[in-house]
Structures are given as C-alpha cells and as structure tokens.
C-alpha cells in the first residue's frame, strides 16, 4: 500500500493544474504547441456552436486567441497530426512513434472498419505521390451513396492507409482531412523510429500520468483509449507512483513532479467544450468533481434535460453549472442555464455564481464576435434578477 495519501481538494486542484486551468500554466509563454505538449491530445469533433472543440480548448486555457492562429498552430510545419487518441484528436507531431504500438495492431489485424479494396491503396499513394496532399473529395470522394456509412473505394483506403501510418492528416479544410504521404509529412527522425510495444505504452501512460497529475489506472487507460492490462504493465516503468486518495474505491498513481510542486494560482472563469481533456472522462469527472454531465447533442430534442450542446462552467476550481449556447447575429445566447445545487445555497454563493456565469458568457461573446448577451432560461429562477447582463463587468 502507498505511503502517500492525497485528499478530494488536493486532487482536484492538481488536476486541474496540470490541465492549465489552474495558475499561470500555458499562459507564461510557447501558446498553442505548448498547450499541446502539455495536455498530449485535444479531441476532435463535428459539433460547432461558439467555435469547434479543438478551438474551445485553448480557448478555455489561454483566453481569445485568435482561432486562425489555434489552426496554424496545431498544423504548422512540426508542430501537430491526427490520429486515434482518445478519440480523433490533434497530437504534438514529436509524440508520432509512441503510436507505432497502434499502427502494428491494425496491420496485424488487416482491416478496421471495412475491407480493403484491392489495390485502391497503391492507386491512392500514387496520387498522392503526384499531387498530394489531397482531401477524400480530390481523390474521388467518400460516398458510395446511400447512408453515411457507405465509403467509397477511395475513402476506405485512405482511412485504412491513415490507420497503418502511411498517409498522415496534415491539416483540415472545414472538416475535410488533407492527407499527404508519411514520408512526405513526418520528419525522418521520427518516422524510422519504430519502438517496440512496451517503450510506446510507457510513454504514453507518462503522458497520461502528467496530464492527469492525479488518476486511477482507468483514468490512465482512458486518456489515449489503452487496455487496463496495458496500463498494468507500464506504470512503473513510466515512473509514476502510486497514492491513496481518501473517498475513493480504487488506488491511484500519480506524476512525482506534480506532487513535489505546491499549487498555487488563479482558477480559470470560463466554458469548456464537452469534450475538453479536463472533463471528457464522465467517471473520472463525477469523482473528482462531483460533476455529472453528457452530450445530449444525440439526444431527442424532448428528452434533453440541459440541452444541445451543453458546456460546463467553470469557475473557483469548480464545475459549479451548465450553458447551452447559441449565436443570433452578434448576440451570445444561453439557451438554458444550470447550477449546481451547491452554487446557489446561499445569497452569497448566488452572487458568487451570477458573477462568474456573467464573466464566462461576456468573455466568449467577444471572442466570437458578440457585442451582446442574452439568457433564455435559467435554473433557479432567481438568480436572472443577479445576472446584470447588460455589461461585462
């Protein structure tokens, strides 16, 4: 058993230290690519409210950067690549070996998704040998026609050829994938490195284990989507160690340096995406923060209980609500606004609450270009008289 116990508090402020939501973090300097260093993975998705997830993300950390400059910085000339993480997701170009363990298991297997054409992979490489890089819609388009499911040839092959580690995703133009050859995009250092198995778990699990500061060996699986065994086999060697944490179930490891190091700083007033790293967890987030949430994007619209889109608010080292948001020209909308019992248990803590939700919803507003904020309905009621929406301050 650990010598190290931690408590509830001490974790998550650790957390979300290590998150950058916490103290002056990525805000001392290096921007975007060093956020992505940092976190190790920002999750892709198709869902645009405010902005998209991958913008949300170093938005919520480094305050309204510019999202031309997000772009240019997650695909700028070594800086990043996607691939299978936690789900899709943008990853530091320096960390392309760690996935060879990935990359073999689809090899072996032979297939993912669909069957691989015969030879429309060779009639891919050489087109993108030619005239890469490329989209799906260059190379002859990804629908088969039908339901969204029926890939072309050319698609299935060149997902297939994404999977192994053959072509890489350079950039995206709107949501479409550019692909151009690894050979092309990835630096020769990096793409003849080819670790084995163990040497690509351990540095992932590291990295896990930094970003999360504080996590259980599911927390650790969770972040790049890795076997519970996998994690088992590793942690040491990724030299994490391991904690007791009061009030929970299962033992935890933990990043030495994060515990050597007092916390200490400002916390973050802002909306993250729901698929932000700090919160893309739903178990790990209802442990550390009492907080229980999931996308109702998929959801019937009669069946949502917070909303579409629904963006947890963040506010004193807390997830104290949700916002639904929304634009109608150049006003924010929040179509629905929800606390946390505990927000709003008292005048005081009511007062606390509308401060911060005003804060959040002005700060997006003018990082998306709004001049004005609007609430549609607010959970508990009263708390609209506190709001004062009409100013920022």
């Known amino acids: 058993m650990s010598d190290i116990e931690l408590g ?43 902005a998209r997830s991958h913008e949300l993300v170093p938005y919520a950390r480094l305050g309204p950067v510019g999202r031309d400059a997000v772009e240019a910085a997650y695909w700028g ?8 993480a936690h789900a899709a997701s943008v990853l530091p170009l320096a960390d392309w070996p760690l996935f060879e363990f990935r990359r073999r298991a689809y090899r072996r297997r032979g297939w993912r998704w669909h069957k691989v054409p015969e030879g429309v992979c060779e009639d891919v ?19 088969a026609g039908g339901d969204w499911w029926e890939w072309s040839d050319h698609k299935i092959a060149i997902e297939w050829l994404l999977d192994i580690g053959e072509v890489v995703c350079v950039r995206r133009i709107g949501w479409r994938r550019v692909y151009d050859l690894a050979e092309r995009a990835v630096p020769a250092a990096l793409l003849d490195r080819e670790p084995d198995d163990a040497e690509c778990l351990t540095g992932l699990v590291a990295k ?10 599911a927390d650790l699986a969770d972040y790049y989507r890795l076997k519970a065994e996998q994690v088992d086999a590793v942690v040491e060697a990724a030299g994490l160690v391991p904690v007791r944490v009061r009030g929970w179930r299962h033992d935890a490891w933990a990043d030495p340096e994060a515990l050597a190091a007092p916390v200490r700083g400002r ?62 020209g150049r006003t ?17 803590r009511t007062e606390k609450a509308a401060a911060a939700l005003r804060a959040a919803l002005w700060q997006a507003a003018s990082w998306v270009g709004c001049d004005a904020v609007r609430v549609d309905r607010i959970d508990p009621p009263e708390l609209a008289g506190a709001l004062r929406l009409d100013t920022p301050e």
């Open 332 to 348: 924010l909308v929040a179509r629905q606004v929800s606390f946390e019992p505990w927000a709003t248990a008292t005048p005081a």
């Open 208 to 217: 896990a284990g930094r970003a999360l500061a504080v996590g259980t060996r």
């Open 77 to 84: 000339d070594g800086t990043g690549f996607e691939y299978w």
């Open 125 to 143: 490489l050489k087109r993108l040998h030619a005239d890469g890089p490329l989209t799906t819609k260059e190379l002859g388009g990804a629908k």
């Open 8 to 50: 509830p508090d001490e974790v998550r402020r650790l957390q979300l230290r290590a998150q950058g939501l916490l103290g002056a973090g990525f805000r001392r300097g290096g921007g975007v690519p060093r956020l992505l260093g940092a976190l190790g993975a920002v999750q892709l998705d198709t869902i645009s409210v405010l």
């Open 267 to 328: 916390h973050a007033t802002t909306l993250l995406s729901p698929f932000d790293s700090l919160v893309w967890d739903r178990a790990r987030t209802s442990r550390v923060f009492g907080f229980d949430h999931r996308l109702e994007a998929y959801v019937p619209k009669a069946k949502r209980v917070h909303g579409y889109f629904v963006m947890p608010l963040l506010a004193g080292g807390r997830l104290m609500g949700r916002v639904d948001p929304a634009r109608e």
